[in-house]
């Protein structure tokens, strides 16, 4: 399933660099979205990037830990799995840009593209389930992955209040709750899975 996200995500933003048209036309606005209804931004500014470079880091880190949950997913969740993992992926979609979405209602300028919001709540289910896996941040420097979502989340709230640099932190910051909490909602005796794995020595 992780597979297949990444071919169409990719060829439709492959082709979006070559028709800026499509970028203009269904990147997120919240003005656009609000004011004129205009209500596929919300889920197809998910399959466009910003450059080639954009792509494939988000490709990269959906391939790395959407193949690992998918696994995790497989385990726990049995012939439910593909749904289940379809309603993470395109449910923090939607989820993630919701602060976005009302913070800059009136700016007409506020775009965004990109599967960040969605990325993230995928590396963090993956995280849900195996919280001290390593991870490579930066793929050099090892940490725990609870240790990362922690500094992350410090990072993305910091830089969502701070930050200039046209990243959408708080998309990052939504999604990745989003992720977390995901495995809980479908069954809450997961929590207490994630307590197990936490505490154990």
Avoid: C
């Amino acid at each position: 399933m992780t597979i297949i996200i990444i071919l169409i995500t990719s060829v439709f933003s492959i082709i979006a660099f070559s028709h800026h048209s499509l970028i203009y036309k269904y990147q997120f606005n919240p003005y656009q979205i609000i004011k004129r209804r205009q209500y596929a931004r919300l889920i197809l500014h998910a399959f466009l990037h910003a450059n080639w470079t954009h792509l494939i880091v988000n490709m990269l880190v959906l391939y790395s830990f959407g193949t690992v949950l998918e696994r995790s997913f497989q385990q726990f969740f049995g012939i439910n799995w593909i749904p289940y993992y379809l309603v993470l992926y395109f449910g923090a979609i939607l989820v993630s840009p919701l602060y976005a979405l009302v913070k800059h209602r009136n700016d007409y300028l506020h775009n965004a593209v990109g599967a960040s919001g969605a990325v993230s709540a995928v590396v963090f289910a993956a995280i849900f389930f195996d919280p001290w896996n390593k991870i490579y941040f930066f793929g050099m420097i090892p940490m725990p992955g609870i240790v990362f979502a922690v500094l992350y989340l410090i990072y993305s709230g910091l830089m969502s209040h701070r930050s200039k640099d046209n990243i959408a932190h708080d998309t990052h910051f939504f999604g990745a709750i989003f992720g977390f909490l995901f495995p809980i909602l479908l069954n809450p005796d997961l929590f207490s899975f994630f307590i197990r794995q936490l505490t154990r020595s």
